[in-house]
């Protein structure tokens, strides 16, 4: 007998590229068997009927920050996991960029402690690629893979010193890390708040030129080239970026590509009147560059499709713009943000849960983010057509900083299953 049995649903399936109606079953945690013809359906412990509503794979994020240690006031992992479990979220990838950060084995395992107590999804740790993300150290990336770290990144603190980088990217390949890199050149970055142009000049806004992040990827892929390392640029924002991505990938280096929803939903111009819950790094871009990176996703150039989500507290955010915190919440809002895209035409839901959830979870070597037999019962149900108003103070999270505050979205969560387990339920 199986444990669950989902009928009636719409099944989504990223690696297939596909949409059938049928009926899914788990057990003992993992999906043992997909029914989408008119075989006669298994016997189960529980019976949930989907009313035709999408089954898909759950949403595997990389680049979640969570404050702990050191900031638990603006998000702990039990808010940060109830958020993820609501938004259909069920791997959270975290960022190493906590106070103090994590670049040391005691550090990652206090973490990994703390997620396993407090979070009711899968949380996956990435650690830190210098000490302190100072750019002038590598840690000691075999002790932290033992321990159980991910991946390794400095967050947006680019290493500028490209020998340091070099040796760490040749010592990641020995062991077969991935890197995370953030594209930008610090030089031209250093300050900014928003995009270089006409808006920027107009509201008077320290701006960072589009070009910035191509010099950053250009050197990134150098080093890549030389050093043969797996490396994922975390976000690419700007078009002038993808000609060099889209030739590093001919030339067959282990490279792929992220961005955040943010950067796919929002332009320049939404900052309007300095409204900071729109400051976040990199800057939001011109019209013309998120049209390039939506169809830079749509066609598999860029990879994957994250939250970013980085929880500011009020006092940091109620500044002037610049000097304002970056960053927004978003483990909550990125599957109806996702919508906004499908809704409009820019891509089909078997592309966007590639993104999100398929193309993440292979790239970290995860058996999750697909519908497949023995794959993890890691599941989202969601309708993409319930309206709703998005009301900041009905979020899981502790840092309630979102961009969507009072924005009329469509695409709700309905319930969320991690391992079989029903995590999260719509009341």
Request: aromatic share 4%; hydrophobic share 40%.
């Amino acid at each position: 007998m199986m444990d669950i049995l989902f009928t009636n649903a719409k099944l989504i399936d990223p690696d297939a590229r596909n949409i059938a109606t049928g009926a899914l079953a788990t057990k003992n945690g993992k999906i043992a068997a997909i029914i989408t013809d008119n075989s006669t359906l298994p016997d189960a412990a529980q019976i949930i009927d989907c009313d035709r509503k999408y089954l898909a794979p759950g949403i595997v994020d990389i680049g979640v920050k969570v404050c702990e240690p050191g900031e638990r006031h603006k998000e702990s992992f039990g808010t940060a996991g109830l958020a993820a479990a609501a938004g259909g979220v069920t791997t959270m990838v975290t960022r190493p960029d906590t106070d103090p950060a994590i670049d040391n084995p005691e550090t990652l395992e206090f973490v990994i402690r703390r997620a396993r107590e407090a979070a009711p999804v899968n949380v996956l740790p990435m650690a830190a690629l210098t000490k302190g993300r100072q750019g002038r150290q590598m840690t000691e990336i075999g002790f932290l893979l033992d321990a159980g770290a991910v991946a390794f990144t400095d967050c947006d603190h680019v290493v500028t010193n490209s020998k340091v980088l070099a040796r760490a990217l040749s010592y990641a390949k020995s062991l077969g890390a991935l890197v995370l890199g953030h594209p930008q050149d610090p030089g031209l970055s250093i300050g900014a708040a928003a995009t270089s142009g006409k808006f920027a000049s107009l509201r008077g806004l320290p701006a960072v030129p589009p070009m910035a992040e191509r010099m950053g990827l250009d050197r990134d892929i150098a080093i890549v080239e030389m050093t043969g390392a797996s490396y994922h640029a975390d976000q690419i924002t700007t078009s002038r970026a993808l000609p060099p991505l889209e030739r590093a990938k001919h030339n067959g280096f282990d490279i792929t590509a992220g961005t955040s929803i943010h950067h796919l939903t929002l332009n320049a111009l939404d900052v309007a009147n300095y409204r900071t819950f729109f400051k976040i790094k990199p800057p939001l871009r011109d019209e013309d560059d998120r049209l390039a990176i939506t169809r830079a996703v749509q066609t598999g150039l860029i990879d994957i499709i994250s939250s970013m989500h980085t929880p500011q507290d009020e006092e940091s955010k109620r500044l002037p713009f610049e000097a304002a915190a970056s960053g927004a919440v978003a483990l909550e809002t990125l599957l109806p943000a996702a919508m906004q895209l499908f809704h409009s035409g820019a891509m089909d839901l078997p592309t966007l849960w590639r993104a999100m959830s398929l193309n993440p979870a292979k790239r970290l070597g995860l058996p999750s983010g697909r519908l497949s037999i023995q794959a993890p019962a890691d599941l989202v149900i969601f309708d993409p057509h319930a309206p709703f108003v998005m009301d900041r103070s009905s979020l899981q999270s502790k840092s309630r900083n979102t961009p969507f505050d009072g924005t009329r979205m469509q695409g709700k969560v309905i319930r969320t299953y991690v391992a079989g387990n029903n995590v999260y339920q719509r009341t």
